[in-house]
Each structure stands twice: as structure tokens, then as C-alpha cells.
């Protein structure tokens, strides 16, 4: 509708624009944008549509747009040195939810186990 920080029929500013999909990608996808400092104004598409008022009045059309944003995600990766430790991080918390898992499982299966029956 064209209304953004700066009050009604401002258009948003491109830092609110990166923000707002920032937050979006870790909300949807669980991977934090935040450190990747230049992103890419890829597609603006300006088209106009049909808004109905509650009260079932005559429709209004307003010019909407649409913005799409691709992160340089090279600005944000870690530098040879920072990646060995985000490496052997990433690894110990995949090592931790596996042996997570692991106990949650034989945790499982022992509650499952039918007592053994010995003969008399």
C-alpha cells in the first residue's frame, strides 16, 4: 500500500527492506542473514491492485510493489581461520543431537521390552 517507516505513502527504506527479509529467511528457513552486509536489489515489480473495504463499499485500487532482495552471501561467510572453528562446531552440535536422538530411541525400546518370563 505504500506505507512504510517514514508514514503513510512513504515507501519503505531499502535497510527496513534487508531487515524485514532478514528477519523473514530466519523465521522460514532457520539461517541468520544478518552478518551479510550487501545485499542485491534483484526484481521491483509495481502493479496495481483491488482492495475491498469492510464495510462493503465501492473497491479502490492502489498501486502496490513487490521487492526482491539476493544476499552477498560471500560478505558473510567466516574467513579460513573462523571456518575451522564454525566447522568443528557445526559437527559437535550434529554429534550432540544425534546422541540425543540415540538415547531418546534405546530410551524407547527398553520401555517397549516385554518382561522375560522364566518357567517354573
Known sequence: DGSGPGGAGAPPDEAALVR???RHVRQMVGLDLSPCAKWLRF???HYQRE????GGGAPVVRPEVTVVFVPDVASCLPGPEAWAATWAEIQARKAAA???A???RAAKAKAEEKPEVKPE
Open 20 to 22: 524485514c527479509a532478514t
Open 43 to 45: 526484481l521491483e515489480v
Open 51 to 54: 482492495h475491498h473495504p469492510a
Open 102 to 104: 540415540d538415547a531418546a
Open 98 to 100: 544425534k546422541a540425543k
